[in-house]
């Protein structure tokens, strides 16, 4: 079959794509610009909980990620399931995930709050303390319910539903920023808190998100023969937990060496200068545009590979994973070009420093480029989590996240004769690039043998 009408096969999984991803994507534009009011309203009360604020979350990342991804086996298993008719099952391991998930919470949860009292050693500057320790102690609560809230997140989006949590996600948001604006700066008689408050209003709107989703998913008649099949729930480590195990740990660990090549990154940027820093901290930002597109189509590349295999078409499995990289790059050629020519506005929206701004243009170069590997990693990730063959995942993530982008970032950035703040920023980031679209030829290469 020629390429075009390959392309023209993959058309009709379009819609399903876009039905069950825009969603998620809306939800996490929700999430990011949360944070954005988050950090807004708390650097117009102190600009000393701003920064303490950014060194709790910056710390807390990696950990949070890499916890956040064991609840991503559920997925395929609710999905396949479901496809099956087999309601017994998306019970059993809905109940097991929710078990799974609350151990894992207490465990991360725990170890963080005992690694409360050595954060100095982590470079919390002594005056910040005070500001960043009850801050902190909120925000691992905090990831504890965030935890169980996408149990249920994993379980509705399984079933198909990806507007349920969309729309508590939005709904979370609107009171997380409200209560942000009654307790950061004391309005409406409420104790004027500034960061603390903003923890606790963080803290209440996840509490708020979870009792919503258990109930919708409690309430609705579609939802309720596997709610009662719940109750009836025998418990197994074998046939309920190692199944999840065995398909989050990948997940898990693969998401958490990504951020860890990130964070390497951020090493690196730093040996060369604050404008550099400044500069690698707006050209982070601005590739959440991307990954947040890319992110909803492989969220419902997962669910539809797990529904396409459930039912045996192959050839349909994988022409659901090209036409989610088809999505992606077309989403790449229209944002990237907009963001090339609105470059100045948008570097002003962060700094006006000219240095700053000349590093951060020279930056968007490679960041253009790695569109292409991100789209193939991100889609091929969750094509292989929908189909439940995640063993690569790790092992590929480790040689690209952890040899390939750090050694490459050094080269680039270091040793191939680049001088001055702008272009040694460049070469840093022409390690994502390479690493990056590495890893979506290896993952690609495994999707495509498991669906031959």
């Known amino acids: 079959m020629s390429w075009s009408a390959y392309y023209r096969s993959c058309r009709v999984h379009y819609g399903p794509l876009l039905r069950l991803g825009l969603p998620v994507i809306i939800g996490q534009v929700g999430l990011i610009l949360v944070g954005f009011a988050d950090n807004v309203m708390v650097s117009h009360h102190s600009l000393d909980e701003l920064a303490a604020a950014s060194f709790v979350n910056n710390f807390l990342n990696l950990v949070i990620i890499f916890g956040m991804g064991f609840s991503y086996g559920l997925t395929p298993l609710v999905a396949t399931n479901k496809e099956w008719g087999r309601s017994d099952q998306v019970a059993h391991y809905l109940g097991h995930s929710f078990l799974l998930n609350l151990l894992i919470a207490l465990l991360i949860g725990g170890g963080l709050l005992l690694l409360e009292g050595s954060l100095e050693l982590f470079n919390l500057p002594h005056e910040l303390q005070a500001i960043a320790l009850p801050y902190y102690r909120i925000q691992v609560v905090g990831f504890m319910v965030v935890m169980l809230f996408n149990t249920f997140k994993q379980y509705t989006e399984g079933m198909g539903d990806t507007q349920i949590p969309m729309y508590i996600t939005l709904a979370g948001n609107v009171l997380n920023i409200g209560l942000n604006y009654l ?85 690196l940027v730093a040996r060369i200068g604050t404008s550099a820093l400044a500069a690698h901290q707006i050209i982070a930002t601005v590739s959440t545009l991307g990954f947040m597109v890319y992110y909803g189509i492989g969220a419902a590349s997962a669910i539809r590979s797990s529904t396409l295999l459930a039912q045996g078409e192959r050839q349909e499995t994988r022409r659901v994973a090209s036409a989610g990289v088809y999505l992606c790059l077309f989403v790449a050629a229209v944002l990237m070009p907009l963001l090339v020519l609105f470059r100045e506005p948008v570097v002003r929206l962060f700094n006006a420093d000219l240095s700053v701004a000349e590093a951060t243009y020279l930056a968007l170069i490679p960041l253009c480029i790695y569109q292409i590997g991100d789209a193939l990693q991100i889609i091929y990730a969750n094509a292989l989590r929908g189909i439940s063959r995640v063993a690569i995942l790790a092992p590929a993530a480790a040689l690209c996240h952890l040899i390939v982008a750090p050694a490459m970032a050094w080269l680039f950035g270091f040793n191939i004769g680049l001088h001055g703040a702008p272009l040694q920023l460049m070469g840093i980031w022409f390690a994502f690039p390479v690493s990056l679209t590495l890893l979506g030829l290896i993952l690609r290469y495994s999707f495509r043998r498991a669906t031959r």
């Open 183 to 267: 307790l950061i700066y004391g309005k409406g008689g409420f104790p004027e808190w500034g960061l603390y408050g903003a923890g606790i209003a963080t803290l209440s709107s996840r509490i708020a998100m979870l009792l919503a989703i258990v109930a919708v998913t409690a309430l609705l008649p579609r939802y309720r023969e596997i709610l009662e099949r719940l109750r009836r729930l025998r418990w197994s480590w074998r046939e309920g937990m190692a199944p999840l195990l065995r398909l989050g740990t990948p997940v898990a660990l693969q998401m958490g060496m990504e951020a860890a090549s990130f964070s390497v990154a951020v090493i």
